[in-house]
């Protein structure tokens, strides 16, 4: 099973910017799956926000995110990151990075999460 450590996330100003990473270890099909990075606030459903398909070519993300995050992923470091630019209040939340993702948007996550970093965004 492969275990993934997020780190990267902090306290920021509304149009700020952070960069998370997510690093993958203990597993043999990093390089061969699709990344995922999802977002979740006290009381709420996990919710998507990007995904990654295994050579970097193919990127998707939720439409409140788009034009602002940016995922992409280095291989030979076994790492995904995210990139937000333009920060948002609204942003706030629990970051957690999924491994192995299948299906439109990640609907499944097969590889597992990770603990999670937790972002937040001052007005």
């Known amino acids: 099973q492969v275990q993934l450590v997020e780190s990267g996330g902090g306290l920021v100003q509304a149009g700020g910017s952070l960069r998370l990473s997510c690093a993958a270890s203990?597993?043999?099909?990093?390089?061969?799956?699709?990344m995922g990075w999802f977002r979740q606030v006290p009381e709420k459903e996990r919710e998507f926000v990007a995904v990654i398909n295994w050579t970097g070519g193919n990127t998707d993300y939720a439409d409140s995110v788009k034009g602002r995050f940016t995922i992409s992923r280095d291989n030979s470091k076994n790492t995904v990151f995210l990139q937000m630019n333009s920060l948002k209040p609204e942003d706030t939340a629990v970051y957690y990075c999924a491994s192995d993702c299948r299906g439109v948007r990640c609907a499944l996550v097969a590889g597992g999460w990770g603990q999670g970093t937790q972002v937040t965004v001052s007005s």
């Open positions: 203990g597993g043999r099909t990093f390089s061969s799956s699709a």
